[in-house]
């Protein structure tokens, strides 16, 4: 089945340390995306990234990094500089826009909760 | 800038009611906008969508309509059903110029309950 995995779905960090978290997809997307969620506060775009090796920042993307070495792969590390790590991390994929429009629509995996020991 | 405001939660309904989630947005040029569901411990899905004025998406007994005049794309079902307990995203898609990249930008989510 195509899809987005996220991986664990559980995460501890300790203070001072980096985690990182795993996205894969097999739908041969070219756009694959990070996101955090809050409660309460909806989902807030950290990176993004359009085609292998090449990645945007997002709205929030201090303390955070990723890599693209992968077409279906996306990790995002979350350094020790984030300071309030504690947070639902989604990670989406789409295809890029065509032309026309109307076929990007976003599909997420089903997150990865990091809290903070 | 971009921005999406839906009403605030928790919405708590009977099975069978008449559910409404209000949700307007702020952008220029012609968003696409859709709704997203989200259940319990789970990643987001796509619920409907709309690419431009005076569409109306439709899916699983929800439906809303893209309206430019009042800028806005409210959710609605007749009947609720418990299985729709969940949490709701409105979001608008916006492209920047030159870009093949559709970026989203979503309300805070509105959290529904329905009891039996």
């Known amino acids: 089945d195509g899809g987005i995995t996220q991986s664990p779905k559980y995460l501890f960090r300790k203070e001072g340390q980096n985690v990182t978290l795993s996205c894969e997809q097999n739908?041969?997307?070219?756009?694959m995306y990070w996101y955090r969620q809050d409660p309460g506060q909806g989902l807030r775009l950290i990176y993004y990234?359009?085609?292998?090796?090449?990645?945007q920042k997002g709205d929030i993307a201090e303390g955070y990094s990723v890599s693209r070495e992968k077409k279906e792969s996306f990790p995002l590390t979350v350094t020790s500089a984030q300071k309030n790590p504690t947070a639902f991390y989604l990670c989406?994929?789409?295809?890029?826009?065509?032309?026309?429009?109307?076929?990007?629509?976003?599909?997420f995996g089903a997150g990865t909760r990091l809290s903070v020991l | 800038g971009n921005s999406v405001t839906q009403m605030e939660g928790p919405v708590t309904l009977s099975e069978e009611a008449f559910l409404t989630i209000n949700c307007t947005y702020t952008?220029?040029?012609?968003?696409?906008l859709f709704w997203y569901v989200q259940y319990p411990g789970e990643g987001l899905q796509l619920l409907l969508k709309?690419?431009?004025?005076?569409d109306k998406g439709s899916n699983k007994g929800f439906e809303a309509t893209y309206r430019k005049e009042t800028t806005s794309f409210h959710l609605e079902k007749g009947s609720v059903q418990v299985s729709d307990s969940a949490v709701y995203f409105c979001?608008?898609?916006?492209?920047?110029?030159?870009?093949?990249?559709?970026?989203?930008?979503f309300g805070r989510g509105t959290q529904l309950t329905v009891w039996p």
């Open positions: 989406a994929s789409s295809i890029l826009l065509q032309p026309t429009g109307g076929r990007d629509i976003q599909y």
């Open positions: 739908l041969n997307h070219d756009a």
């Open positions: 990234s359009q085609i292998v090796n090449d990645f």
């Open positions: 952008a220029t040029g012609y968003p696409s």
């Open positions: 709309a690419t431009k004025a005076d």
């Open positions: 979001a608008l898609r916006k492209r920047d110029r030159g870009s093949t990249l559709g970026r989203l930008y």
